[in-house]
């Protein structure tokens, strides 16, 4: 499993696994891989009994104190919750569409600047970095009313991308040994992990959101209406607010930068798709339907095939595609697929969304192929059954990921937004990206070619 995970393809290893034993793998001493769809169910659901594994120590930002998503009491967790999820539903909050619109004009203002070919000459533009500085920025607007900067830059400011992506695959190897991470967080190990003010990585990032809170809290500052200000409102403390804003850059920007990236190779390597989408909101446009900048609404209401190549996109490329995120069978033990667990089994939630994603069984012979036009073509049972196992992308029940509607809301404006102004095509079709799985995707040198539309 160290193996896999520093080579970057564990995902890979957990889907052959799965095809070639069945619905439970054991995959270590106390560790068992299930990619039965209820099962899963069951065991995310709200009023489950399986808890989080230490393992989730992994997805602490700061040594001494839990966020969300790595506390494992479930009471302590229920409390929190309450306190954050408010801000994550936009309740309280500015519309969170307003950030949104204005990251993607800086978006499109740095590629009118610098990046439209005119004939021969053109300057390829990185993707795999555009789409990173863009979640950074929008995710800053939604959260604290600003952009990072990072668009304005147009560079990997105090390296806080590029470090994080060297840590990551040593951060999953480790991962296979828990004990690890609870020496890691421990005086003087924790020594190597970021610290808030660190020059550059994560360390650097946590030293913005920091500073941040601290004007905020002044007693003078003025009270804004952004994600920032709901956590306040709603009681975190100080300590609390500086963990919940770290995990937000943690969980909240690859992870949408990921789903707008790989969305877009996809649709720019199958030219079928790419034309449909780009019909589609060429006669929206025409016949009055949406705004400029679109509306979520609009992007949900009046452009079906895209709503099919966002499910699409997250379906066959997974964001959070080779995390364990283990949860421990609760006293008493479980039983799956016949197998009876002990109590304290391990059971690797996360390594399944990959195998779930892209498996023949649920989604037939063309399941490595991305193929939106399958999401119009179910009937209502199967769609029911499609939209299960895909959402797995985002956990569920008492786990679920709380950044669905950011998500969202991001891929139904990014998207059509760059599709009706540009046309894309990847520098190096032979290569079009260097990816590899650690946890998220590490993804490098995806260069495009950006052409103006015509008309
Ligand atoms: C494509 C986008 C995203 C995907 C696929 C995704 C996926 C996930 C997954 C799989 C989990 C873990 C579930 C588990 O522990 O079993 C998770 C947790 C979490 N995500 Fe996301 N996420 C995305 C975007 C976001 C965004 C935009 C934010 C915030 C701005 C966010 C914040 C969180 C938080 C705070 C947790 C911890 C929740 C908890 O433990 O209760 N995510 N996400």
């Known amino acids: 499993m160290t193996y896999w995970s520093f080579e970057g393809r564990i995902h890979e290893h957990w889907k052959d696994l799965a095809e070639e034993y069945g619905p439970l793998v054991r995959i270590g001493p106390n560790e068992v891989l299930c990619t039965d769809g209820e099962v899963l169910r069951r065991i995310l659901a709200v009023r489950s009994a399986y808890r989080k594994d230490d393992w989730y120590m992994a997805g602490r930002t700061h040594s001494d104190h839990d966020n969300i998503l790595s506390m494992r009491d479930k009471e302590l967790r229920k409390e929190r919750k309450k306190k954050i999820m408010p801000a994550y539903i936009g309740k309280g909050t500015d519309d969170f569409e307003d950030g949104i619109n204005r990251s993607i004009a800086a978006w499109i203002d740095l590629i009118e600047r610098k990046y439209v070919a005119t004939g021969p000459d053109f300057r390829p533009l990185d993707l795999a970095m555009h789409t990173h500085y863009y979640s950074l920025d929008s995710l800053g607007e939604v959260a604290y009313s600003r952009p990072l900067g990072y668009l304005a830059a147009d560079r990997d400011v105090n390296d806080v991308i590029a470090i994080p992506k060297k840590a990551l695959p040593l951060m999953i190897g480790f991962g296979n040994y828990t004990p690890l991470y609870r020496l890691l967080h421990k005086w003087p190990f924790n020594y190597v992990l970021p610290r808030s003010g660190d020059q550059a990585g994560l360390g650097a990032i946590l030293g913005i959101s920091s500073a941040l809170i601290e004007e905020r809290l002044r007693p003078e500052s003025k009270p804004q209406r952004d994600m920032l200000q709901s956590f306040i409102t709603?009681?975190?403390?100080?300590?609390?607010?500086?963990?919940e804003v770290g995990l937000q850059f943690v969980a909240g920007t690859d992870s949408i930068a990921s789903a707008i990236r790989m969305t877009l190779l996809?649709?720019?390597n199958t030219p079928s798709a790419y034309r449909k989408l780009q019909s589609e909101i060429d006669a929206a446009i025409a016949s009055?339907?949406?705004?400029?900048?679109?509306?979520?609404?609009?992007?949900?209401q009046s452009l079906p095939y895209l709503q099919a190549v966002i499910r699409e996109g997250l379906r066959v490329f997974p964001p959070i595609a080779s995390a364990l995120a283990y949860k421990n069978v609760p006293a008493g033990g479980d039983v799956i697929a016949g197998y009876e667990l002990p109590a304290g089994t391990r059971v690797a939630t996360g390594a399944a969304i990959y195998a779930m994603c892209r498996s023949k069984e649920i989604w037939g012979p063309d399941a490595d192929v991305f193929r939106p036009e399958r999401?119009?073509?179910?009937d209502e049972e199967e769609l029911a059954a499609m939209g299960k196992a895909a959402g797995l992308n985002f956990g569920g029940g008492q786990f679920e990921c709380p950044g669905r509607v950011l998500t969202f809301m991001n891929l139904n404006k990014v998207i059509p937004e760059l599709?009706?102004?540009?046309d894309f095509t990847v520098v190096n079709p032979v290569r079009p990206?260097?990816?590899?799985?650690?946890?998220?995707?590490?993804?490098?040198?995806?260069?495009?070619?950006v052409e103006k539309r015509q008309g």
């Open 433 to 449: 990206a260097r990816i590899r799985g650690a946890m998220m995707w590490l993804v490098e040198d995806m260069w495009v070619r």
């Open 266 to 268: 996809f649709l720019i």
């Open 288 to 300: 009055n339907l949406i705004s400029s900048p679109i509306t979520n609404a609009e992007a949900t």
């Open 234 to 243: 709603n009681g975190l403390t100080r300590d609390e607010l500086n963990v």
């Open 419 to 422: 599709l009706r102004r540009y």
């Open 375 to 378: 999401w119009l073509e179910a």
